[in-house]
């Protein structure tokens, strides 16, 4: 997982990446009553992934397709936040499931390049 680390960050190397109190809403100590509030329109907007060119989506696309399998599953999908930032939680079943059913447009339980563009594009 180490190695991963900011990876996402050199991708987009923006000098405006939020921090605090960005990434407090994605506290591990956070209590149970805030998680299920993970939003990916809002996070790719805010970690400025939506104005990236497609080059740099795909390459934060393969950081987070950690078995290089060319998919990002379900259980990669879980810990897309430690992507970005090593102390973020990881998404909770409910929130991966609805992260996983907006990007898998051709419902094969996986999300390929062109639909994790395609859901950064939307968002
Ligand atoms: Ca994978
Ligand atoms: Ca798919």
């Known amino acids: 997982m180490r190695e991963s680390i ?10 405006t ?17 805030a998680i299920d509030s993970f939003d990916h329109k809002k996070f790719f907007q805010m970690v400025g992934l939506k104005k990236k060119s497609a080059d740099d989506v795909k390459k934060v696309f393969h950081i987070l397709d950690k ?4 998919f990002i599953e379900e259980d990669e999908l879980g810990f897309i936040l ?24 051709d419902g094969d339980g996986k999300i390929g390049v062109d639909e994790f563009s395609t859901l950064v594009a939307e968002s």
Not at 6 to 15: A, I, Y
Not at 18 to 31: G, I, K, N, R, V
Not at 67 to 70: A, E, P, R
């Open 67 to 70: 078995d290089k399998s060319g």
């Open 6 to 15: 900011n990876k996402c960050f050199d991708v987009l190397h923006s000098p």
């Open 17 to 33: 990446l939020p921090y605090q109190p960005f990434w407090s809403l994605f506290d591990p100590a956070l209590p149970p009553t």
């Open 82 to 105: 430690k992507g970005f930032s090593p102390d973020a939680r990881d998404l909770s079943a409910k929130e991966t499931k609805t992260l996983m059913a907006a990007g898998d447009k």
